[in-house]
Nanobody, 123 residues
Framework: QVQLVESGGGLMQAGGSLRLSCTASGRTFSSSAMGWFRQSPGKEREFVASIGWSGTSPIYADSVKGRFTISRDYGKNMVYLQMNSLKPEDTAVYYC????????????????WGQGTQVTVSS
């Protein structure tokens, strides 16, 4: 059974940093893209960042570009999200995701999803 478990969320003041971690189990994702999404109350889930199977070609949402960095550890089957210069608008539940196969979509059929970790940024 595939599981993605996020950790590292919490409460932080604006301008601070947090590092989210996601541990995958049940299969390896060395040939799959992995990513982070977030959802705020009353809003749809939105893309934050993704990283390709080779560890290259990271993609970021404009809202986090220059502040967040995604990385992965193939040996540990993990993906990370380093979040710097946090803003109150970064407050959300952050979800880790991994594509089922190359070319699949970031949706319920095309990707695995974690349960999420809450990030709250106070002003």
């Amino acid at each position: 059974q595939v599981q993605l478990v996020e950790s590292g969320g919490g409460l932080m003041q604006a301008g601070g940093s947090l590092r989210l971690s996601c541990t995958a189990s049940g299969r390896t994702f060395s040939s799959s893209a992995m990513g982070w999404f977030r959802q705020s109350p009353g809003k749809e889930r939105e893309f934050v960042a993704s990283i390709g199977w080779s560890g290259t070609s990271p993609i970021y949402a404009d809202s986090v570009k220059g502040r967040f960095t995604i990385s992965r550890d193939y040996g540990k089957n993990m993906v990370y999200l380093q979040m710097n210069s946090l803003k109150p608008e970064d407050t959300a539940v952050y979800y880790c995701s991994a594509k089922v196969r190359v070319g699949s979509k970031w949706d319920l059929n095309g990707a695995y999803w974690g349960q999420g970790t809450q990030v709250t940024v106070s002003s």
